[in-house]
């Protein structure tokens, strides 16, 4: 079955409310809602004869009857169409013949007002433009003059073309005439101005009274075609095509959509004769699993995360908290802060001494330069004063000789100069290693104070003691080396005092912890021999009890006997009764002597009973107050090693 394209018809009036969008286009157009369980498609009473289609055409037109006579609404439908199959195909008749479609009765509803200007020959051009555009491009040939002086054979070939654009399976009957059909069809198009069209303008639909107003239903028609073009193409979910739902959809009309696609490839079905349907409810189920795929992966991956953070949480919750262990760490972290600070700030100070080192070197250099530049002035001026003076052979000799000597004396300086210079790297280099080794050995003596705890201040009465040291290797005095207290006569004297203070404090606790594990061991001593005196108590309860039971069961004993004794006594009583009413007045005394026996005995059993009583309550009495005593003694025990 085709379902992508539905007729437009529809009646007068729908009792069942069947619309459901406000879209500007036929309401015939929308599809009825009712699919609920096994139905007939002739659908309520309201509805027309289906016409029987042609065999190339598997597809029925929807337009309804428009009887309103009750009495032919049964008439109004097909003889074996929409109803249970049955063995027999005898079926009565109706007694009522269907009405004609032309036989609708008038209607009594009143026809709005045409308001649009239809005698204006611009807004008819405009008209007679848009209908023969829509003409052209729905493949009807049109001439170029035809809509300006159209005859009635034209105007009814495009009168039935635009009825068959909007309802393709609309049947013009042939052996009606066309002005019987025109005023039902537009009653079913539901024309707002039909009230303005009269029937017998259609021989003549060119004249100038008639033609404006046919021109204009023309336009309609057409404005119509094109709207319901856009709604069939458009894609809403108010088509309730099946092809156009998506995967995923949560619109209403998709579910209806698919319900009534459902219901109606059941119903052929149905119609069949067949009760069941698996594979159109098969196909559904697939069509809504195909829906719900993505949702369920979702689904699934969201268990799974739930899954892992549930595990997360599980071994978080068996951990031990991360708070100690941050503590831990921040509290290392500030001690390193600290040590970093003090390394930082030793290396700006050994910064600072290279850079004053650097820069006497430089104002050294300098000043050696310009002793240089002196010197070379001097000798050149001596050489001046040389050339000029007159000497005798003599004293050249005697001042080349002293030159000579002078410049032996000379080289002898500068090799001298030169070894000093070679002592003086060697010393250099060695005071730089030794002024490494002093930085390393105090950057260790300061993590150890800060290890140790030995920072400023220190515990009393050590408060007004410093022992940071600071090393100055760029000092000219050697006394200046060394910043901070004096190592033989401070530093050395306060970690002795130190250590041995530490020392004192260590045998002290030593001691404590001996003293206190002595008490422990006396504690656990002084316990011990309380469980003891408490098993020996509690021994003895239970014999007491056992005494309590013991004479407990001998009274209930006795009472027994007593009981025993009473019961005979009585019978003995009873007997002499008899006897002595039988035996006269002699047997009295013996009867006085049997009830003095019987009080006696039940003085007896009631003597035991009460001495059993106090018995057990006695013995109640002591298991109490030793339970007291116990009690007292373990919470002493209890609040002197908690105080300890």
């Given at each position: ?44 009473a ?10 190339t ?49 008038p209607?009594s509803q ?31 040939e ?6 300006q ?15 068959e ?5 609309w049947?013009?009957?042939v052996?009606q ?25 259609l021989p003549t ?19 119509l ?16 095509d099946p092809?156009l ?15 009534f ?16 349907f698996?594979e ?15 949702v ?5 991956q ?15 919750k ?56 002196k010197?070379?002035?001097?000798e ?5 004063i040389?050339k ?17 000597s ?11 100069i030169?070894?000093t210079?070679q ?5 250099e ?25 030995l ?9 007004n003691?410093d ?12 006394q200046?080396?060394l910043s901070?207290?004096?190592?033989r ?18 045998a ?10 002595d ?36 009274a ?54 009460e ?34």
């Amino acid at each position: 079955m085709e379902f992508g394209r539905r007729s437009t018809m529809q009646p007068h009036g729908d009792p069942y409310g069947n619309a459901r969008s406000n879209l500007p286009v036929p309401a015939t157009v929308k599809k009825s809602t009712h699919g609920h369980g096994r139905m007939s498609l002739a659908g309520p009473a309201m509805r027309a004869p289906y016409p029987i289609p042609p065999g190339t055409n598997p597809r029925q037109s929807l337009m309804r009857s428009h009887n309103i006579n009750p009495l032919l609404q049964s008439a109004s439908k097909p003889q074996n169409y929409g109803r249970t199959p049955m063995r027999s195909n005898n079926r009565r008749g109706s007694m009522w013949q269907g009405g004609s479609q032309g036989s609708a009765p008038p209607s009594s509803q009143s026809y709005a007002k045409d308001t649009r200007p239809l005698r204006d020959k611009s807004f008819q051009a405009k008209m007679r433009q848009d209908v023969g555009m829509f003409l052209m491009n729905t493949g009807f040939e049109v001439a170029p003059q035809m809509l300006q002086n159209i005859t009635g054979k034209d105007f009814r070939a495009v009168f039935q073309h635009l009825i068959e654009c909007l309802d393709p399976i609309w049947s013009f009957k042939v052996e009606q005439r066309f002005e019987e059909q025109f005023m039902q069809v537009l009653r079913a198009m539901k024309y707002p101005y039909i009230g303005q069209i009269d029937i017998k303008w259609l021989p003549t639909p060119a004249a100038m009274h008639s033609w404006p107003s046919l021109l204009g239903m023309l336009h309609w028609l057409v404005e119509l075609c094109k709207a319901r073009e856009h709604y069939m193409n458009s894609g809403h979910p108010t088509l309730q095509d099946p092809a156009l739902i998506p995967d995923e959809f949560d619109d209403i009309c998709h579910h209806l959509a698919l319900a009534f696609d459902h219901h109606s490839r059941a119903y052929v079905d149905f119609l069949q004769g067949q009760d069941v349907f698996p594979e159109q409810e098969k196909i559904l189920e697939e069509r809504y699993a195909r829906k719900d795929a993505r949702v369920l992966a979702d689904l699934e991956q969201l268990r799974e995360r739930l899954v892992e953070i549930q595990t997360e949480w599980e071994q978080l919750k068996k951990s031990a908290p991360p708070f100690e262990e941050l503590k831990k760490d921040n509290g290392s972290l500030r001690r390193d802060k600290l040590k970093f600070e003090e390394i930082l700030r030793r290396f700006e100070e050994r910064k600072h001494k290279w850079l004053r080192l650097v820069q006497d070197e430089k104002t050294e250099l300098e000043y050696n330069l310009a002793t240089l530049e002196k010197m070379h002035a001097e000798e050149q001026r001596l050489a001046d004063i040389v050339k000029v003076q007159n000497l005798t052979p003599e004293e050249v000799l005697r001042m080349n000789t002293e030159h000579e000597s002078l410049s032996r004396e000379l080289e002898s300086l500068k090799h001298k100069i030169a070894e000093t210079s070679q002592v003086v790297v060697r010393l250099e280099v060695s005071l730089t290693r030794k002024v490494s080794d002093a930085e390393e050995a105090l950057d260790q003596y300061t993590s150890l104070l800060s290890t140790l705890g030995l920072f400023p201040p220190l515990p009393p009465p050590l408060e007004n003691v410093d022992l940071t040291i600071d090393l100055h290797s760029a000092a000219a005095n050697p006394q200046g080396l060394l910043s901070g207290a004096d190592i033989r006569k401070v530093v050395k004297p306060t970690l002795s005092r130190i250590t041995e203070m530490k020392r004192t404090d260590h045998a002290e606790v030593e001691s404590e912890r001996i003293r206190v594990e002595d008490e422990l061991d006396q504690l656990t001593l002084e316990c011990e021999t309380i469980e003891e005196e408490a098993l020996e108590v509690m021994n003895k309860t239970n014999a007491l009890n056992d005494q309590a039971d013991e004479l407990r069961e001998a009274a209930q004993q006795e009472a027994l006997v007593s009981n025993a004794e009473a019961s005979r006594l009585e019978r003995d009583l009873a007997a002499a009764r008899t006897a002595a009413m039988a035996n006269g007045v002699g047997v009295k005394s013996r009867l006085q002597a049997l009830q003095i026996a019987y009080r006696e005995q039940v003085e007896k059993v009631n003597r035991l009973k009460e001495d059993t009583v106090r018995a057990v309550i006695k013995n109640s009495s002591d298991i109490v107050a030793f339970k007291d005593e116990v009690s007292k003694q373990l919470q002493y025990l209890r609040d002197f090693a908690e105080a300890n």
